[in-house]
């Protein structure tokens, strides 16, 4: 069975409960949890939040910042605006961050039904993944995934290579070791 099976596996057995499903998707960079968080939202018409629209902006990532495990996002931001009304029914109100410009974008208003999917490294964040009840860290092999980020965006590879990757090793070692995860998967 493969990683989208097993899921949906799991959405099903809950939702066949009667249960409200909150998925936070997490896991490394360029492991497929974008375009996983992505059929699964088509497949069972589930609104679909990405914690890239919750990164802390450049004057705020002061090394104090980011010497804490999950310090590059915002999560402060993310509780208040998502994970708080998801919890209380919704409907879920943010601005994504544009980091182009280093801006927070337009809202956006998602309505919170009988499945949520939050998708993006640092979704399982202690502060976070209490808003979660179906936990899931999808990995894959080095070799693909440094791959897989040297082509979808040459430009910023040596960033990921010598800020974003350390960051995240030190969010999933520290913050967000396997054993939070109902579901530990390999892409």
């Known amino acids: 069975m493969n990683v989208y ?4 596996r799991e959405i099903d057995a809950r939702l066949e409960k009667g249960q409200a499903v909150r998925l936070l998707l997490d896991g490394p960079c360029a492991t497929g949890k974008t375009t996983l968080a992505a059929k699964l939202g088509d497949a069972y018409d589930a609104p ?6 919750f990164y802390v902006p450049w004057k705020e990532k002061t090394p104090e910042r980011l010497s804490l495990p999950g310090g590059n996002a915002d999560w ?9 009304p998801m919890l209380s029914g ?6 994504p961050f544009l980091p182009r410009t280093q801006t927070l974008g337009e809202p956006v208003t998602v309505e919170v039904g009988r499945l949520t999917i939050i998708e993006g490294a640092y979704a399982c964040h202690e502060r976070l993944r209490h808003g979660g009840n179906l936990k899931v860290k999808i990995n894959c092999s080095a070799d693909v995934r440094l791959r897989r980020l040297r082509l979808r965006d040459p430009e910023h590879y040596p960033d990921f290579l010598k800020l974003w990757i350390p960051l995240e090793n030190l969010y999933f070692s520290e913050m967000a070791p396997d054993d939070v995860f109902d579901l530990v998967l390999d892409a």
Do not use: K, S, W
């Open 5 to 8: 099976e097993t899921i949906c």
């Open 48 to 53: 679909v939040i990405h914690m890239d629209d």
């Open 76 to 84: 402060e931001r993310f509780l208040a605006e998502v994970t708080e």
């Open 90 to 95: 919704g409907p879920i109100v943010y601005r």
